[in-house]
């Protein structure tokens, strides 16, 4: 008998938590029964939500400047995504975030001459380079993307 009630009430449980989960992907609410209203939250807040998960941080740059050198950009080619980030367009503090970054290029600076050697050796990331006014060597750091889209970070601060 106890084992009955132990097994109905973690089926129960499992049944309650289940049920936002499946209510959210059918962007409906849902009832979930002992009084308890499931309300799911809009597509666009979970855009907005992923978009904020994603924004461009000198934390962000900074964490990508060491692995920039060994990126292989052979798979870059015209159909892949290249986005130019220019440092002054980051978020959060510039003055503190700044210093950081500024000393991860210093650490790496054998790392940046070959990274800068990799991009302009890119014909598809040194084209979108020039056509936004830069060159290879105002590159900071690089980050492929689980999509396979490539981000470029310039600095372009003064």
Do not use: C, W
Request: proline share 2%.
């Amino acid at each position: 008998m106890k084992k009955t009630f132990a097994t109905t009430a973690i089926a129960a449980l499992l049944a309650a938590t289940a049920l936002p989960a499946l209510a959210q992907d059918a962007g409906v609410g849902v009832d979930a029964g002992a009084g308890v209203s499931v309300e799911a939250p809009a597509v666009d807040a979970a855009v907005d939500a992923a978009a904020e998960a994603t924004a461009d941080t000198y934390d962000s740059v900074t964490a990508s400047i060491a692995g920039s050198a060994s990126a292989d950009l052979s798979g870059v080619t015209e159909e892949t995504q290249v986005t130019i980030v220019l440092l002054s367009s980051l978020e959060g503090d510039a003055a503190a975030g700044g210093t950081a970054l500024d000393e991860a290029l210093s650490a790496n600076a054998e790392g940046m001459t070959t990274l800068q050697a990799n991009i302009d050796g890119n014909a598809t990331i040194k084209a979108k380079l020039e056509a936004e006014g830069h060159m290879p060597s105002d590159v900071v750091a690089v980050k492929t993307n689980a999509d396979g889209s490539v981000t470029v970070y310039v600095d372009d601060r003064a």
